[in-house]
């Protein structure tokens, strides 16, 4: 089965590596390959350095390089290079740089910068973390930089500012007035993005942010066409349990958009494409509303890699119930 996942970074990679989980302890799957098209829009140059935050925490994850605790960044981490750059007065501070993850930043600005694209320079740190042996491949969304910025009013009027410094520094809790995707207007969608969209058996939407992580994905020319085009089914996992993000700052997100936080009102953001939706029992009475959507509701807590298989396991099973459906 080819399956095809569009994702940002924790939520994403954690159910990534439940659903990879899934296909190995599952006889008939277990070949089963995963294309991910990974959200570069909270991608962000620091001390010279390009760093790709999504595409990282789903490489160390399913790599097993991840902090468990904290979802991000390299496990036994050391901090002395930001200590260094600290002393210097180097700024800004608020975006902490482990000592490993420095490594991974060193190489893909060395690549970048001698014309390498980021497609290909993500394919080869992939490799040296194992995916395409887990049968996964890993593609940025555009071989195009963008940049998520976020315009903010903090009483001296509006201004910009990049979303890491929206998410990290402030903790969202300054409300955006809007969101703007810096460079989408240049971008294209990169090699094998749309194809693996076209060609997919099934189309899963990890339960990430639906503003900044799929929500920036699905504004790159071409991919929101494929979607509505492709003959597998789409089915999505909601980010919210009853109304709640389970971590981050949906909400917040949402607010901004002028959107509900609610899990039918993020179905709502997929109305065009989407083909089934899993909801937690909290949310359950939309499984009973009546509509196109074909929604099924059950536990979503992603508390370890095995409950998370299920929850994967449950929304692969949403989706082959509609393949059948369709035949």
Known sequence: MRITALAGGVGGARFLRGLRAHLDRTADLADSTVTVIGNTGD???????????????????????????????????????????????????????????????VIRSQWLGQGVPLSEVT????????????????????????????????GDGPRAVHFQE??????????????????????AAAPGVLDAIREADVVLLPPSNPVVSIGIILGVPGVRDALRGSPAPVVGVSPLIGGAPVRGHADACLSAIGVESTTSAVAGLYADFLDGWLVDDADKALADEPGRLLVVARPL????????????GAALDLALSLRTDAV
């Open 43 to 105: 991608d962000i140059t620091l001390f010279g350095l390009r760093v790709c935050p999504d595409l990282d925490t789903v490489m160390y994850t399913l790599g097993g390089g991840i902090n468990e605790e904290q979802g991000w960044g390299r496990a036994n981490e050391t901090h002395a290079v930001q200590q260094e750059l600290a002393a210097y007065g180097a700024v800004p501070q608020w975006f902490g740089l482990g000592d490993r993850d420095v490594g991974t930043h």
């Open 123 to 154: 394919a080869r740190l992939s490799a040296r973390w194992g995916l395409p042996d887990q049968g996964v491949t890993l593609l940025p969304m555009s071989d195009t930089p963008v940049e998520t910025h976020v315009v903010v009013d903090e």
């Open 166 to 187: 929206w998410w990290v520094r402030m903790r969202a809790a300054v409300p955006a007035e809007r969101f703007v995707a810096v460079g989408m207007d240049r971008a």
């Open 301 to 312: 807590w992603m508390h370890d890699v095995p409950s998370t298989a299920d929850i994967a």
